[in-house]
């Protein structure tokens, strides 16, 4: 059974910084392309930030150089550093699991909420 678990959203205040990650289970990690896509209210899901099986990383335009996103292949878990946050950041931030050949192989997680406030 696959399961992708987000911790570490929370409430923080303009300009600050949060950690956000994501354990998988039941897949083989490395074969995976890992991300993270956010959802703000009356928005569209958003992808904010991929990592490949190597570490080769994208980014939307509004996250590059707040936001880095970083792998550890030995702990099957996805991080996104968030730094510099603005209230336009606030969103419930999910993890995505994407099988690098087997397209039907493409999993979420429940999500986490961000929320950036003072």
């Known amino acids: 059974q696959v399961q992708l678990v987000e911790s570490g959203g929370g409430l923080v205040q303009p300009g600050g910084s949060l950690r956000l990650s994501c354990a998988a289970s039941g897949i083989i990690f490395s074969s995976y392309v890992m991300g993270w896509y956010r959802q703000a209210p009356g928005n569209q899901r958003e992808l904010v930030a991929s990592?490949?099986?190597?570490?080769?990383?994208n980014y939307v335009d509004s996250v590059k150089g707040r936001f880095t996103i970083s792998r550890d292949n030995a702990k099957n878990t996805v991080y996104l550093q968030m730094n510099s946050l603005k209230p336009e950041d606030t969103a419930v931030y999910s993890c995505?699991?994407?099988?690098?050949?087997?397209?039907?192989?493409?999993?979420w997680g429940k999500g986490t909420l961000v929320t950036v406030s003072s």
């Open positions: 995505n699991a994407r099988h690098i050949t087997i397209r039907h192989l493409n999993f």
């Open positions: 990592i490949g099986s190597g570490g080769s990383t």
